[in-house]
């Protein structure tokens, strides 16, 4: 499988691909491997370009899986233990994002489903983030979250929903002083 962004042009029966310079080479070599094995076919996918997840430290990824952690540490059944694990967290997640505009798509079974984290771009990864952390918000839970910037850069501290570093400090001199 190849995979390039590229600026296409069309006409009203054709569209018109340009191959870069670098990838002619294996562009050629799949194009006679179809011609000979399924008569000059090739699956296309169109769609627009995206960025990819990041992953890695401190990534969009690490984050939502570390939030998905820190709820699973938090919500308890009646004797106190963990009611559910972080794959069931993330999965409700993506479950309840999907009325915020995250995509769906049908399995195998022919039900709709909410599109795989794997497959998501940064942007639907926004949204489940946002509505984890909505999530946290109401049920006053804490994510661990990392000062990007400022005086406190680098330092990792409880969150109730998502909020930055001053704003918890503000709220915690606020309970105190009450």
């Not at 190849?2 to 600026?7: A, D, F, M, R, T």
């Not at 069309?10 to 670098?22: A, F």
């Given at each position: 499988?190849?995979?390039?962004?590229?600026?296409?042009?069309?006409?009203?029966?054709?569209?018109?691909?340009?191959?870069?310079?670098?990838?002619?080479?294996?562009?050629?070599?799949?194009?006679?491997r179809a011609a000979k094995k399924?008569?000059?076919?090739?699956?296309?996918?169109?769609?627009?370009?995206?960025?990819?997840?990041?992953?890695?430290?401190?990534?969009?990824?690490?984050?939502?899986?570390?939030?998905?952690?820190?709820?699973?540490?938090?919500?308890?059944?009646?004797?106190?233990?963990?009611?559910?694990?972080?794959?069931?967290?993330?999965?409700?997640?993506?479950?309840?994002?999907?009325?915020?505009?995250?995509?769906?798509?049908?399995?195998?079974?022919?039900?709709?489903?909410?599109?795989?984290?794997?497959?998501?771009?940064?942007?639907?990864?926004?949204?489940?983030?946002?509505?984890?952390?909505?999530?946290?918000?109401?049920?006053?839970?804490?994510?661990?979250?990392?000062?990007?910037?400022?005086?406190?850069?680098?330092?990792?501290?409880?969150?109730?929903?998502?909020?930055?570093?001053?704003?918890?400090?503000?709220?915690?001199?606020?309970?105190?002083?009450?």
């Open positions: 499988m190849i995979e390039y962004v590229v600026k296409v042009r069309h006409d009203e029966q054709e569209v018109h691909i340009p191959k870069p310079l670098v990838l002619k080479d294996a562009i050629n070599i799949l194009i006679e399924t008569a000059g076919y090739l699956y296309m996918r169109l769609d627009l370009p995206r960025r990819p997840r990041t992953t890695g430290p401190r990534s969009q990824n690490n984050r939502f899986y570390g939030h998905c952690e820190d709820l699973a540490e938090q919500v308890l059944d009646e004797g106190g233990e963990p009611k559910y694990d972080k794959g069931q967290i993330h999965d409700a997640m993506l479950r309840m994002s999907v009325p915020e505009g995250y995509p769906t798509y049908l399995d195998l079974n022919g039900v709709e489903t909410p599109l795989p984290s794997a497959q998501a771009t940064v942007e639907q990864m926004n949204v489940v983030t946002k509505t984890l952390q909505r999530y946290a918000d109401i049920h006053s839970f804490w994510l661990h979250e990392y000062a990007a910037d400022g005086p406190h850069k680098g330092e990792v501290y409880p969150s109730i929903g998502g909020r930055s570093l001053e704003e918890m400090q503000k709220y915690e001199t606020r309970i105190r002083s009450q």
